[in-house]
């Protein structure tokens, strides 16, 4: 089994940057994708973006300009760097996890996911 760990959500003033990190544990070998989601409630998730074990991103066209995925390997950890936040990127962020060989785009490949962090941009 994964555990995944988010961090770094906080309140944030519009047009400021912040950095999500996830981390990775237990059965790190089985993990293919790693991606970021966010939801609002009520409404559906939304993807943000993935990084593969090969270290390709894909991003959500809406999001792209403003938000970068990467990762540290050595430290089992993905990244979220947001910038120009918006009031309206006030949601749970959440990480999730594929396993080993699967397709980074379909949510329903996501078989792991954190707990979430909660980014307030006023």
């Known amino acids: 089994h994964v555990q995944l760990v988010e961090s770094g959500g906080e309140s944030v003033q519009a047009g400021g940057s912040l950095r999500l990190s996830c981390v990775a544990s237990g059965a790190t070998q089985d993990i293919g994708c790693m991606g970021w989601f966010r939801q609002v409630p009520g409404l559906e998730r939304e993807g943000i973006g993935s990084?593969?074990?090969?270290?390709?991103?894909t991003y959500a066209d809406s999001l792209k300009a403003r938000f970068t995925i990467s990762k540290d390997n050595a430290e089992n950890t993905v990244y979220l760097q947001m910038n120009s936040l918006k009031p309206e990127d006030t949601t749970m962020y959440y990480c999730?996890?594929?396993?080993?060989?699967?397709?980074?785009?379909?949510?329903?490949?996501?078989?792991?996911w954190g707990q979430g962090t909660q980014v307030t941009v006023s």
């Open positions: 990084i593969d074990s090969d270290g390709i991103t």
């Open positions: 999730a996890a594929t396993r080993y060989g699967g397709s980074c785009i379909p949510e329903y490949e996501y078989s792991y």
